[in-house]
């Protein structure tokens, strides 16, 4: 994902590992795919927004909404171009 995202317009920054955290939900979901011999990944388009997500504050950059979906896009057709290209 991270090869292939930055050959995405609008693409300033790509960052292959984070510590982060993440809410219990999306934890389960990316081990359980894991378990069953899949794989995942967790992608986050960056903003400057400020604050973080799930409170008040936070508000949507529109234009990086176009951003993630090429993103997505582009990872999904080369997958399915290529199968084997996580492995």
């Known amino acids: 994902v991270t090869e292939w995202a930055g050959e995405v317009d609008g693409v300033s920054e790509v960052t292959p590992w984070m510590e982060m955290g993440s809410s219990e ?15 995942s990944t967790l992608i986050g388009i960056g903003t400057n927004h400020p604050g973080d997500y ?3 504050t936070f508000d949507v950059d ?8 090429s993103v997505l896009s582009k990872t999904a057709l080369r ?3 290529d199968p084997l290209a996580v492995a």
């Open 79 to 81: 997958l399915f171009e």
């Open 25 to 39: 939900d999306v934890t389960y979901l990316l081990q359980a795919v894991s378990d069953s011999g899949g794989y």
């Open 62 to 69: 529109e234009a990086s909404l176009s951003i993630g979906v």
């Open 54 to 56: 799930h409170t008040p």
